[in-house]
Structure formats: C-alpha cells, structure tokens
C-alpha cells in the first residue's frame, strides 16, 4: 500500500432504497429474478463510486449482493436447512430466527467470486473482500449435526479458504474475516476460533484481516454495551495469541467506545484498521474528531500500519449519513498524513 494511512471501511454500506428497504438489518429485495441481478450490480457500481468520490483509497462492494454477512454465505452451502428455522440466541444478546446444519457442509459453488470479478474491473484502487469467521458462522445457526461448535467452525473454516483462495485470483488484495464473536467467547476463541481462522487463511499469498467489533449500531448491540462498564476490556482477551497468529491486519471498534487505547500494543506489528467512525449514532463525525482518534491510536501503531477506518458496516444507516461519515473518514485522515509528512 503506497499511500500513508490508507482508509476503508469495516464492511457494508447502505443500500439505494429501490433494492432494499432502508436502515433495515435482514432487508428483503425490493426486485427479483434478472432485475433482481442486474439492480444488484447497479448498487455495486454506484457503493464503489461513492466510495470513490468520498476519497476511501480500499474500496469494496459494501456488500451490496447480501441481505446479510453471515446468513447469505451460509445460504449457498450444502448441508443448511433454511426452510426450517429456529430461534437461537446470537452472541448471547439477541434472538434471532437463523437456518440449522442438517447434513455435512459443503460449498455447491463460488458464493461471492463473479461479485468480486465484477468490482475488480471497475476499479484500479486495492479491494478489501469481507467473509463471516468461522466462530461467528457458527453462531448464526443451530446445529443438528455436528454438535460441536468447534468441529462445525473448522468445517466452514476449510470451506472460507475455498472461497477466498478464489477471491484472491479474482483480483481481491485484502480479505476480511468478519468475527464479532471474538469479542464474546473467548476461551473458545483462545482454544480453537483463531486457529479455524489460520485454516480459512490456509495458503493464501494476499493480505488478510479480522474484523472485531461490538456490532451493528442496532439497539440489542447498544444495550449490550451499556453493561460493559466504563472500560471495555474485551480485545485484551483475544490480541495475545492474535498477535503471533498468520492475520496481517486487525480492524477494531475505537470511535466513541470505551476500548482503552493502550491495549493495541498487544498486537504490535499487526496492521491495524483503527476504527474512527461511529456506527451507532447518525452524527457525522468532524474531520478533526477522527483525526483526534487516529492520532490517539498512533501512539500504539506504527504510522506505516495504521489504517483508518470505521467501526463496523454502516448497512443500518441512511446514505446521506453513511456518505458523509466516509467523507469525515477520508478528511480526518487526510490532517494527519500532512501531519506526519510535516
Ligand atoms: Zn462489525
């Protein structure tokens, strides 16, 4: 990456609202059939230049072609039973009527493949590619099969590196692994969710990445937080062993959370997505409150390693506001490059 303190964003943007029913999480499709593909691809094009326009140097998809992060990956698999659903609760938080694993997983085809050759010829800026984690797939299912959440997330594990084996010769430079869950189980993340993440990883040559956060702005994340004190403490768990893991770069929530800075020097070395945009709030950052964080963070990231961006996906916003905030995002930035180019 050539450019001093690269911005991004966690993952999804919002949606026009003639594809999908605005600030809505699990969105139905305003289309179907072929205008269904085709609005698909509109939205694609239009996320990525507004992406452009807003100056975001990583671009991505903004995960336009899915109604959700985790469930529309796991709707392609083999295995899944998405007729019958059940409720199950989600990182311990918030009931929510997920598909069940009834046979051996298995990937029938590419899930996201065509989607990422589509974005690769419209742009010559790097792509960021965002899958769910194997711990947070595990998380967003009930299990009749293999009654084992370990053995389960090893399963698709093996199944992400299929599919992100094919995003990188797709053209894709970064791919993202999206695991809040990280942020909740962590002796099992300790004992088995980062090596299923080395196993998705398993062999690739471009660069890749964890997102952790403490979720969507939606009121059951929100609340949650509310318990969590005045000091959230959660990533000193996990950054040890993440540390001296094969992930290239850790994306965090930092914007307005209550993680202490401090605790990124436990992953010193790693490149880190430092996350300067609020997702939880429709106020636009000003350019100066983002640079007041990322200056912050570079007292524990190498300036060479810092990339900023926003705390999570911004799909529950409106798009007036998700602009605005990459505009802040890419302004913010843009103070303290010329500050530390002097
Ligand atoms: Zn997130």
């Known amino acids: 990456m050539k450019t001093l303190l690269p911005t991004s964003t966690a993952g999804s943007l919002p949606k026009p609202s003639w594809l999908a ?66 409720t199950v609760r989600i990182r311990n938080r918030y009931d929510a009527s997920v598909p069940g694993v009834v046979g051996e997983v298995s990937r029938q085809k590419p899930v996201f493949v065509d989607d990422a050759k589509y974005l690769r010829q419209l742009t010559q800026r790097p792509i960021k590619w965002a899958l769910p984690g194997p711990m947070t797939m595990i998380d967003t299912l009930y299990d009749d099969h293999y009654k084992s959440r370990e053995k389960l997330a090893w399963e698709f594990a093996k199944i992400l590196n299929q599919e992100a084996r094919e995003l990188e010769a797709a053209g894709v430079d970064i791919i993202q692994f999206d695991e809040p869950a990280f942020n909740v189980f962590f002796d099992e993340v300790n004992d088995w969710g980062i090596a299923a993440l080395e196993r998705a990883i398993e062999g690739l040559k471009c660069e890749t990445a964890v997102h952790i956060c403490y979720g969507y702005g939606i009121k059951a994340n929100t609340d949650w937080k509310k318990t969590l004190g005045t000091e959230w403490r959660q990533y000193e768990e996990i950054f040890p062993k993440l540390q001296s893991s094969g992930i290239d770069i850790v994306s965090l929530e930092c914007q307005n959370s209550r993680v202490p800075m401090d605790l990124i020097e436990l992953i010193r070395g790693k490149k880190v997505m430092v996350g300067a945009i609020d997702v939880a709030t429709n106020t636009i950052e000003t350019p100066e409150e983002v640079a007041a964080t990322l200056r912050k963070a570079l007292q524990f990231v190498d300036a060479d390693k810092l990339y900023p961006s926003t705390n999570c996906g911004m799909t529950p916003l409106s798009r007036h506001v998700a602009y605005g905030k990459l505009q802040a995002l890419s302004a913010g930035a843009e103070i303290v490059r010329k500050e530390l180019q002097g």
């Open 21 to 86: 029913q605005p600030e809505t999480l699990w969105s139905p499709w305003k289309l179907q059939g072929d205008e269904l593909i085709q609005g698909k691809q509109d939205a694609l094009r239009l996320c990525l230049d507004d992406q452009q326009q807003a100056g975001i140097d990583i671009v991505s998809d903004g995960e336009q072609t899915r109604q959700h992060f985790v469930t529309t990956f796991i709707e392609h698999l083999n295995g899944v039973d998405f007729e019958n659903r059940k």
